[in-house]
């Protein structure tokens, strides 16, 4: 039976595959791949793969949020550079003002560590 089956199917797309039957009654679905999912209308126009623009990316695409919340809806963000957010969370979570924050600097407790040689 695999032999039939896998002859048959080889003629069709995953989609028209799925058309013949369905209305047969015979549950089935496709197998996606990455690039199946990334041009997928349904999942494009549920926000399942969304375009990310990155200062030192460029454009780029994520994973979505796949729940849906009616009241709580997800925003799908870019990752932070390294430090991009060091001062507002000393000033806004730990409450340091800017003269400690400049004395910190200053100290080098928010220097990028060396790269180490491979």
Not at 54 to 75: C, E, F, T
Request: with cysteine; aromatic share 6%.
């Amino acid at each position: 039976m695999w032999a039939l089956i896998t002859k048959f199917a080889a003629q069709h797309t995953k989609r028209e595959f799925m058309a013949i039957l369905n209305p047969l009654d015979v549950p089935c679905g496709p197998i996606m791949s990455t690039e199946d999912l990334a041009n997928d209308e349904h999942v494009r126009g549920r926000d399942m793969w969304v375009e990310l623009d990155h200062p030192q990316r460029g454009k780029w695409y994520n994973v979505g949020m796949p729940i849906k919340l009616s009241d709580s809806p997800a925003r799908i963000e870019r990752s932070p550079l390294l430090g991009e957010h060091t001062d507002e969370v000393l000033k806004e979570v730990l409450g340091y003002d800017d003269a400690k924050i400049a004395g910190l600097k200053q100290a080098g407790a928010f220097s990028v560590p060396p790269k180490k040689a491979a």
